[in-house]
């Protein structure tokens, strides 16, 4: 049986997924760690949710882990992971870490952005990015955010240093950057094939390349704009460094497959699988949909072309995630099949009410939409909401 579990993370994600490999035992993955403790909501992912489940699972200490991975640098990704790396490089025989990981994959800042231009020392170079998390020069940002993005940049750092402490960088079996790349093979990683659909090339390139130039320009205020532009930019398409920088897997056990989409832009997401030559009948059994739900991320085209079983929603609200307009258009484009949609959290209110394209009533709340979703169209579809008592919401796969 294959099992993904969408763990409570908040408005970030933590993925656990279970298979068995070749001997017959099970083997576990963790994807992603979600966010920094929430004060409002008393609740720290890694400590509160993460760790307990894990000792649910199996009493074992340190609990092997086959593939650990961050998405990418969003803190909501990250913080917790950062957390448990840090524990395991304190960790003694008499005092275990909770985990063990046999590999790891994680895309470093630096290894993103390529080596600083000539000329520009490392102390501008830390300056610049250290602006980013300058209210002063953010000013349409909330302080929250922006905070959450200079701290983004210094855990991943950290994350990578905790991995060459314990001999986990590399992103072995790879032994490099993990990008998308017409004709690379499959993975497997002990019993699951692993194709690598993002970041794409391109994408790589384009974003070095604004990078450097955004280092490049003269004076301190044109340098900290641009680079501000790269990791917050206004548009209404999701073009940010780090979401654009997403890891996204195609994993395969025997018959079953899943989409492992972290915050990529959807648009990517088909791109990248139309230039690896994947069937172009793109059929899932379960769809992590990309950055909580945004509507930003999953395109008309994206939420069209790909037909899956499952689709999982990891979300609480924050930045009003999952997007309304996101749930309808899959009850619309996919409803009328027997599909699942997988929410981590329930409780759910917008900060606007919205006005359902299908009958014209406006709502503010999850649970009234998707009554009123099934009252306007009807169809196979259900959903599975993850229950107060529970750490997850499990999709098993026989």
Known sequence: MLILEALNALAGDCLLLRYPGPDGNERLWLIDGGPKTNNKKGITVWKDVLLPRLRQLSPKVPLPIALGMVSHIDDDHINGIQ??????TAATPA?????KFQRFWFNAFDQLVGPKPQGLSAETEAASVQSL????N?????????QAVMESVSQGNALAADLRTLKLDGNVPIRGLIQAKPGQPAIDIEG??????????DRLEKLRQDWQAALKHPDKASRQAALQELFLPASQQDKSVPNLSSIVLLVR????????TGDAHGDDIVAAWKELGLPRQAKLDVLKMPHHGSIRNGTQQFLGFFQANHYVISADGLHDNPDPPMVEALVKMHGQRA???H???EDITWSKAYKIEKNGKKVKKLRDLLAELKSAYGGSWTTNMRKSTEHSVIINLP
């Open 343 to 345: 929410f981590t959290n």
């Open 95 to 99: 005092k275990p870490a909770a985990v």
């Open 253 to 260: 056990v025997a018959k079953r497959s899943l989409l492992l």
């Open 83 to 88: 957390k448990i790396t840090q524990a395991l």
């Open 133 to 136: 998390v300058s209210t002063q």
């Open 339 to 341: 599909i699942v949609l």
């Open 192 to 201: 699951a094939k692993v194709t690598i659909l993002g970041p794409r090339r």
């Open 138 to 146: 953010l000013p349409n940002v909330d302080d929250e955010l922006a």
